[in-house]
C-alpha cells in the first residue's frame, strides 16, 4: 500500500522567504505526485503534479517540486512568500494500474505568512 | 463554469441519525469520487462512482455507509445511524475522465459532527 508523509504540521515562514514544504512518499510501482492547497471554506486546488519526465515540476503562483526517487521525495518549494499563500498544503500520490484515480493524502502541512 | 458543488457545508446530526451528502460534480464530468478526512488525518479514498454504477467501493466502511450516483442529480453519500466516530469532513470530487493524468477537481466539504 501508498503512503504519504508530509514533516511538519505547521510551518510558519516570513514574507519573502523562502517556502519548503516536505514530502515523503512509498510506493512499490513507479508513482504520480500530486501537491494540493486548500485555502479556508473551499476545496482542494491542484498546485502541480509529476507524472514522467522532467523531474522539477512547476506549478502555479510560482511554485515548483522536485521528485527525487532516491530520496522517495516531493519536496514543495518557493523562492519568495507571499501573504496570500497562507493555506493548507497537501502531498498525494496514486497507485498504479487500474486504481490509479486512487489518490492517498500526506496529513497536510499549515502554512502561515508573517508579515 | 461553477466548480463542484456540496450541500450543505455544514451538519449536525446526534447519534442514531441518518446523514445525507450531496455532490453535485463539474459540467460535463461524469466521475465522481468522495473522500473523508478524519480529525488529524489526511483525506482518505471511499469510494469511485460514474453514473448509476460503482466502480470502486475499497474505502468504504462495510456498513451504515453507502453511495450513489443517479443518472439524474447529484452524487449522494449516505450514512445510516450516525456515530461520533463519523464525525468528520467528507470531500467530493469529480473528473471528465479517470486516471492520474485527469486532475480531480474537489467541492469544498461538508462537515459532520455528530453529538
Known amino acids: 500500500a501508498q503512503s504519504v508523509t508530509q514533516l511538519g504540521s505547521h510551518v510558519s515562514v516570513s514574507e519573502g522567504a523562502l517556502v519548503l514544504l516536505r514530502c515523503n512518499y512509498s510506493?512499490?510501482?513507479?508513482?504520480?505526485l500530486f501537491w494540493y492547497v486548500q485555502y479556508p471554506n473551499q476545496g482542494l486546488q491542484l498546485l502541480l503534479k509529476?507524472?514522467?519526465?522532467?523531474?522539477l515540476v512547476k506549478g502555479i503562483n510560482g511554485f515548483e517540486a522536485e521528485f527525487k526517487k532516491s530520496e522517495t521525495s516531493f519536496h514543495l518549494t518557493k523562492p519568495s512568500a507571499h501573504m496570500s499563500d497562507a493555506a493548507e498544503y497537501f502531498c498525494?500520490?496514486?497507485?498504479?494500474?487500474?486504481?490509479?484515480?486512487?489518490?492517498?493524502f500526506g496529513k497536510g502541512t499549515l502554512l502561515t505568512v508573517n508579515p | 463554469n461553477a466548480g463542484v458543488m456540496q450541500n450543505p457545508r455544514h451538519l449536525v446530526r446526534r447519534r442514531g441519525q441518518e446523514a445525507r451528502l450531496r455532490c453535485s460534480p463539474m459540467?460535463?464530468?461524469?466521475?465522481v469520487y468522495w473522500y473523508r478526512q478524519l480529525p488529524e488525518e489526511g483525506l482518505k479514498f471511499m469510494v469511485y462512482?460514474?453514473?448509476?454504477?460503482?466502480?470502486?467501493e475499497s474505502g468504504m466502511p462495510k456498513e451504515r455507509f453507502s453511495a450513489e450516483f443517479p443518472k439524474e442529480g447529484p452524487s449522494i453519500l449516505r450514512i445510516q445511524q450516525v456515530v461520533r466516530g463519523d464525525s468528520a469532513a467528507y470531500f467530493c470530487?469529480?473528473?471528465?475522465?479517470?486516471?492520474?493524468?485527469?486532475?480531480?477537481?474537489f467541492g469544498p466539504g461538508t462537515r459532520l459532527t455528530v453529538l
Open positions: 509529476y507524472t514522467t519526465g522532467a523531474t
Open positions: 459540467k460535463g464530468h461524469s466521475h
Open positions: 470530487a469529480s473528473s471528465p475522465r479517470p486516471g492520474q493524468n485527469n486532475e480531480q477537481f
Open positions: 498525494a500520490v496514486t497507485e498504479g494500474g487500474g486504481s490509479n484515480y486512487k489518490l492517498t
Open positions: 510506493s512499490s510501482v513507479p508513482p504520480y
Open positions: 462512482l460514474q453514473k448509476e454504477n460503482i466502480i470502486d
